[in-house]
């Protein structure tokens, strides 16, 4: 009999960064959301657009510092090094496609009135991010996230503690995943 289910009150290490991919994921069909659907208020506009630039502008580098900055450096197995290689630079080509989303949407919190004119550039940047992050975050879950059950508890645990001081140090944005806020483009 098995009566330990630790994730119910402490998730797991893989289960804290899958909790991360499944925040991106909702946030670029939230974007696609925005873009394809005329919003029912400004209001509702505004907190969509806000809420994806939040989290893509402070959620997001958090996770990406876990991974460079916490995992990368405790994971030494050749097959992971080659993972990680490939993910740092996954990161880097990211940003350029990300900033072509944030900056639309943060336009679009400050004036939701311009919903028409910043749809398509909403929907342009999110088409252009969308496969390449999905496939990163494949990748990372299928190349990395096994290499990380094998390292010791104490080095997991180690792995947590920072990710959670990095959020302390952020006020606790982001937090597991981050994001939050209202805002009736829901993703699916
Ligand atoms: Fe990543
Ligand atoms: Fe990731």
């Known amino acids: 009999m098995n009566s330990r289910e630790p994730q119910d009150d402490q998730p797991s290490l893989v289960g804290r960064l899958l909790d991360c991919h499944t925040r991106i994921r909702e946030m670029l069909s939230l974007a696609s959301s925005l873009a394809g659907t005329p919003p029912e208020t400004e209001d509702d506009t505004r907190a969509s657009a806000e809420r994806i630039a939040r989290y ?3 959620a997001l580098p958090m996770h990406t510092r876990d991974e460079e900055e916490s995992i990368l450096p405790r994971l ?7 993972a990680l290689d490939r993910m740092r630079g996954e990161h880097h080509d990211h ?15 400050s004036s939701p009135e ?4 910043l749809r398509d550039a909403i ?3 999110a088409s252009a991010l969308e496969p ?5 975050l494949a990748e990372e879950e299928r ?10 508890e104490a080095t997991r645990q180690s792995i947590l503690d920072e990710m959670d001081a990095r959020r302390a140090a952020r ?5 597991r995943g981050g994001g939050g806020g209202r805002g009736r483009h829901r993703a699916p």
Do not use: K, Y
């Open 95 to 109: 940003e350029r496609l990300l900033q072509a989303l944030i900056e639309p949407c943060e336009t679009l919190a």
């Open 132 to 136: 390449h992050m999905i496939e990163h």
């Open 123 to 125: 929907r342009d940047a």
């Open 76 to 82: 030494t197995d050749p097959d992971a090094r080659a």
């Open 171 to 175: 006020g606790g944005g982001g937090g």
């Open 56 to 58: 893509f502008t402070r």
């Open 114 to 117: 311009r919903w028409s004119e």
């Open 143 to 152: 190349d990395l996230f096994p290499h990380l059950e094998r390292l010791e």
